[in-house]
């Protein structure tokens, strides 16, 4: 209980006048001084080292959603001259749980006659999901607008939204869905 | 120990009853504890009573309640995507007490951060950083960014719209890092994006690590406190117990009394399950709103991590600022102030900026229709498959998206689609068969669509199988927006003779009431008169009404109605209905039973009429087979 007190200068030469004068023995006790913390450590390091790893090896090099080619439907669905917001629908893997179709995220695809441009919806800035409006795309968390090319207009964005791999085969629009590192300016895929 | 042995009964006294045993088994269980000598010291500290005082010990006592409330929660909680928001829909709804308990331990967190700091700013006011205890301000400050990162674990927990977009935002700010930024985010979500084991690992610090660390640091902060608290003066000073006791009481109650109401008439709120695509507009807790202001305007890392972090260092230099050698208190009141202004005109601004915003209004009272919606949906039960699967599998939005993938090409809809069909050569059943791999060169921007308008298109279905859609579609069926557009169909039926016109709207009434589900909401004497008219007209020579019979134009027996549709959709070439006329494909074998019946609900809104399967509107069944037959179960019926 006496910790809770104030240290008294006297407790601590207390201690030190108990000490065993230095003796032959001093090697030995050398050497179970340094097998102690040796021990200690190792022991500390072994346990720390298997948690640690369990803990950060797999999720530093796991893979990232999408990767893969995705079926937007007919050409037809979207407007021509607006952006729309779409799902990408596509086999999601999450940790021990597969999901032959659901949703992996949104797509904003622009159509122009027969020609279509689309981005991820994922804003680069920090990663929540713009929305469409008539003439641009707003993300709702820190107000980057972009504009319907996928170029910043304002904002703190780092990038413009990130394109996607288009593919128009029998009138079906299809896009590689990927996702990729957001707060940087290089636009770098996860995984 | 001194003020153990006065209590120890006289020898001999009373040794051999119940009392006396009991006595000396106390003090047993003292002399090998010291517990009771420990209590009575810290009770009889002598400190200088005053409210001031008051933040250290009520925030101790809102970090127990804290504690024993996470226990009730984590007793029904299970970290998973797919049982997270059930598991909190579950405590919410059926345990009785859940939703009081998660509503003290939500708005518990929010009463904690600003307890902590009020406690700050007394102790900073107060400069009670100086000398000795410098090293406790700094104890305490290190409280600031834990107590933080338990609001951000137990914010994601439900999996909900707000947890996982607030949580997509904070791990896209730890991306922002320079160097560290991916590998830090990662680390924290547990993988490459938030999921399954991004919960665990929440869960696992939020209720293992991040208190077991709390006790920790908050014991060291007590002993500290302790050691390094000058004396009071002796005339102002008084026993800890009850002075200064009564006083830490008083506001911790005043505090678990506004609580108690807010968890009993706000309620913590659970919004719809986690979407990784939807227009939801993540917003941070109260006390992180000032942050977003910065981020909206600063670019990162210096809006994320210089600005918070010089704010920090600031507060933390601030016992050798305002210093034993050099004395400013005027300046250290200042620093101290500014940033809690700063905070506060921020906290104002991210309000009123919220209120004045257009987009995000509409987009709050969405989400708060979607929530309200997938808690009906999850009143009868939450799928296995997860809560996410309540709004995707949805009969009418599933069968909407189905739609747009597999029938819009040829009919349009609120003026999309209808271009017409491209070759048929999609084989790719439901809506599985999106990922599959095509390989071939890329542009940025595709080309190509030769095969568009290969097959023409079908019938317009703006307001399909509504009365005004019937009547444009009796009166004209050769034009160009129905089965004009269809070649072999163009002269099949002729346009409504011109005397049948004024009877017109009967006759749709008439057609419309073959679905039983929706002539119950017609007018029985139009219905009536639209049969003759129907009769008169001769439409039954092609189209017979009595089921099974083939005609030249399709059997309209139960027309419109769930079963009919699904018939149709099977097989529109079947000798029942286009027979050899047909241009549409057979969707019996592409699409399952389930997505069928998903089709025909979304097609049976297009006239408007609201799903009749929305549980908003039905009155709830309750989970049969549980053993449920609880208060809240009363409760839930509507």
């Given at each position: 209980?006496?910790?809770d ?5 006297a407790?601590?030469?207390a201690e030190?006048?108990?000490?065993p004068p230095p003796s032959?023995?001093v090697?030995?006790?050398?050497f179970?001084?340094l097998?102690?913390l040796?021990?200690g450590?190792?022991?500390?390091a ?5 948690v640690?790893?369990a ?20 050409l037809?669905r979207f407007?021509?001259g ?8 596509g086999e999601h893997?999450?940790?021990w749980?597969r999901f032959?179709?659901r949703?992996?995220?949104?797509v ?6 027969a020609r279509a ?9 920090n ?5 469409v409006?008539s003439?641009?795309l ?12 996928g ?10 939204l990130d394109?996607?791999?288009v593919?128009i ?9 990927q996702r990729?590192e ?7 895929p996860?995984g | 120990?001194s003020?153990?042995a ?9 040794a ?8 000396r088994a106390l ?6 504890t010291g517990?009771?000598?420990l209590?009575r010291?810290f009770l009889?500290?002598?400190?200088r009573?005053?409210?001031?005082r ?10 127990c ?9 984590a ?10 928001w059930a598991?909190?829909f579950y405590?919410?709804e059926?345990?009785?007490?859940g939703a009081?308990v998660?509503?003290?331990?939500a708005?518990?967190?929010?009463a904690?951060?600003a307890l902590l700091l009020v ?6 006011l107060g400069r ?12 305490g ?6 107590i933080?990162?338990?609001?951000l ?8 719209q707000?947890?996982y977009?607030?949580t997509?935002v904070?791990?896209g700010i730890v991306?922002g ?6 590998a ?12 399954s ?13 991040l ?8 014991a ?6 302790r050691?390094t608290r000058p ?9 800890y117990w ?7 009481l ?6 678990l009394?506004?609580l108690a109401?807010?968890a009993?008439f ?7 399950p986690?979407?990784?695509?939807s227009d ?5 807790e109260?006390y992180?709103a ?6 909206k ?5 210096w809006g ?6 010089a ?5 933390a230099?601030l016992p050798w600022?305002d210093?034993p050698?050099?004395s ?8 101290l102030?500014?940033?809690f202004a700063?905070w506060?005109t921020l906290?104002l ?5 919220d ?7 509409a987009?709050?009272r969405r989400?708060?229709?979607?929530a309200?919606?997938?808690k009906?949906l999850?009143?009868e039960?939450?799928p296995?498959e997860g809560a ?6 949805y009969?009418?939005r599933w ?14 809809v609120?003026?999309?689609g209808?271009e017409?069909r ?16 095509v390989?071939?060169?890329v542009?940025a921007?595709?080309?190509?669509a030769?095969?568009r308008?290969e097959?023409a298109p079908?019938p317009?279905?703006?307001g399909y199988l509504g ?12 034009s ?12 099949e039926?002729p ?8 009877r ?11 679905d ?5 909401s017609l ?12 009769f008169?007209a001769?439409c039954?020579s092609?189209?017979?009404l ?6 030249l ?7 419109g ?9 099977r ?5 029942l209905?286009?027979a ?6 057979a969707y019996?074998?592409e699409?399952s ?5 998903a089709?025909?609900a979304y ?8 799903y ?5 509107r ?7 087979g ?9 409760a839930?019926?509507?």
């Amino acid at each position: 209980m006496s910790d809770d007190e104030r240290p008294s200068p006297a407790a601590g030469e207390a201690e030190s006048g108990n000490a065993p004068p230095p003796s032959p023995g001093v090697d030995r006790r050398g050497f179970l001084h340094l097998l102690g913390l040796g021990l200690g450590a190792s022991a500390a390091a072994t346990i720390l080292g298997a948690v640690g790893t369990a803990a950060l090896k797999t999720p530093l090099t796991a893979r990232g959603v999408g990767g893969g080619w995705v079926d937007l439907g007919p050409l037809a669905r979207f407007p021509d001259g607006a952006p729309a917001k779409v799902v990408a629908v596509g086999e999601h893997v999450d940790a021990w749980n597969r999901f032959p179709a659901r949703s992996l995220g949104g797509v904003v695809v622009v159509r122009e006659g027969a020609r279509a441009r689309a981005f991820s919806s994922v804003c680069p800035h920090n990663g929540c999901d713009v929305f469409v409006r008539s003439e641009d795309l707003r993300c709702p968390c820190h107000e980057s607008v972009f504009a319907l090319d996928g170029s910043l207009v304002r904002g703190e964005s780092p990038r413009g939204l990130d394109p996607l791999e288009v593919r128009i085969e029998e009138g079906r629009l299809r896009v590689r869905y990927q996702r990729f590192e957001v707060g940087i300016a290089e636009r770098r895929p996860l995984g | 120990m001194s003020g153990l042995a006065a209590e120890e009964p006289p020898p001999g006294a009373q040794a051999h009853t119940v009392r006396g045993r009991l006595r000396r088994a106390l003090a047993a269980w003292e002399d090998a504890t010291g517990l009771g000598a420990l209590a009575r010291r810290f009770l009889t500290t002598p400190v200088r009573p005053g409210w001031a005082r008051a933040t250290g010990p009520a925030l101790l006592l809102l970090l127990c309640a804290q504690l024993a409330t996470g226990f009730g929660l984590a007793l029904h909680y299970s970290p998973s995507g797919t049982t997270a928001w059930a598991s909190v829909f579950y405590l919410e709804e059926r345990i009785a007490g859940g939703a009081f308990v998660r509503g003290l331990h939500a708005y518990g967190a929010s009463a904690l951060v600003a307890l902590l700091l009020v406690h700050v700013l007394a102790v900073g006011l107060g400069r009670r950083y100086r000398d000795r205890r410098a090293a406790n301000w700094l104890l305490g400050l290190c409280l600031l960014p834990l107590i933080g990162t338990f609001a951000l674990t137990g914010y994601l927990l439900p999996w909900d719209q707000k947890g996982y977009w607030a949580t997509r935002v904070a791990t896209g700010i730890v991306r922002g890092t320079p160097l560290v930024g991916e590998a830090a985010a990662r680390a924290l979500q547990g993988g490459a994006e938030l999921g399954s084991l991004t919960l665990t690992r929440f869960f696992a610090l939020h209720a293992v690590a991040l208190p077991a660390t709390l006790l920790l640091l908050l014991a060291l902060h007590l002993r500290v406190w302790r050691r390094t608290r000058p004396d009071p003066e002796p005339e102002a000073a008084r026993p800890y117990w009850p002075a200064q006791a009564a006083r830490d009481l008083a506001l911790f109650c005043g505090l678990l009394c506004a609580l108690a109401l807010a968890a009993h008439f706000r309620g913590a709120g659970l919004e719809a399950p986690a979407d990784p695509s939807s227009d939801y507009p993540p917003r941070p807790e109260w006390y992180f709103a000032p942050l977003r202001e910065v981020l909206k305007a600063v670019p990162e890392p210096w809006g994320s991590i210089v600005l918070p972090g010089a704010v920090g260092l600031l507060l933390a230099f601030l016992p050798w600022i305002d210093g034993p050698r050099s004395s400013r208190p005027r300046l250290a009141r200042a620093l101290l102030l500014l940033p809690f202004a700063l905070w506060g005109t921020l906290l104002l601004h991210a309000q009123l900026a919220d209120l004045a915003d257009r987009d995000y209004q509409a987009q709050r009272r969405r989400a708060a229709e979607e929530a309200d919606l997938a808690k009906a949906l999850a009143r009868e039960g939450v799928p296995g498959e997860g809560a996410a699967a309540l709004l995707w599998r949805y009969p009418p939005r599933w069968g909407e998206r189905l739609f747009e993938r597999h029938c819009i090409a040829c009919h349009e809809v609120d003026g999309r689609g209808g271009e017409g069909r491209p070759r048929d050569s999609e084989a790719s059943g439901g809506e599985g068969g999106g990922s599959e791999a095509v390989d071939g060169d890329v542009d940025a921007l595709g080309e190509g669509a030769e095969g568009r308008g290969e097959t023409a298109p079908g019938p317009v279905l703006t307001g399909y199988l509504g009365l005004r859609w019937l009547r444009e579609v009796i009166a004209h069926p050769e034009s160009p927006r129905y089965f004009g557009r269809v070649p072999s169909l163009r002269d099949e039926m002729p346009p409504l003779e011109e005397a049948f016109l004024p009877r017109l709207d009967a006759i749709a009434a008439f057609v419309r009431a073959q679905d039983p589900a929706a002539a119950a909401s017609l007018d029985p004497a139009r219905i009536a008169a639209g049969r003759k008219a129907y009769f008169a007209a001769e439409c039954n020579s092609c189209h017979s009404l009595k089921p099974g019979r083939a005609d030249l134009g399709p059997n309209l027996a139960g027309y419109g109605s769930e079963d009919w549709l699904l018939r149709f959709l099977r097989d529109p070439g079947h000798e029942l209905f286009y027979a050899e006329d047909n241009a549409m494909p057979a969707y019996g074998d592409e699409l399952s039973a389930d997505e069928l019946r998903a089709l025909v609900a979304y097609l049976r809104t297009l006239d408007g009429d609201p799903y009749p399967g929305d549980p908003r509107r039905a009155k709830p069944r309750p989970l049969s087979g549980t053993g449920l037959g609880t208060p809240a179960d009363a409760a839930l019926g509507r």
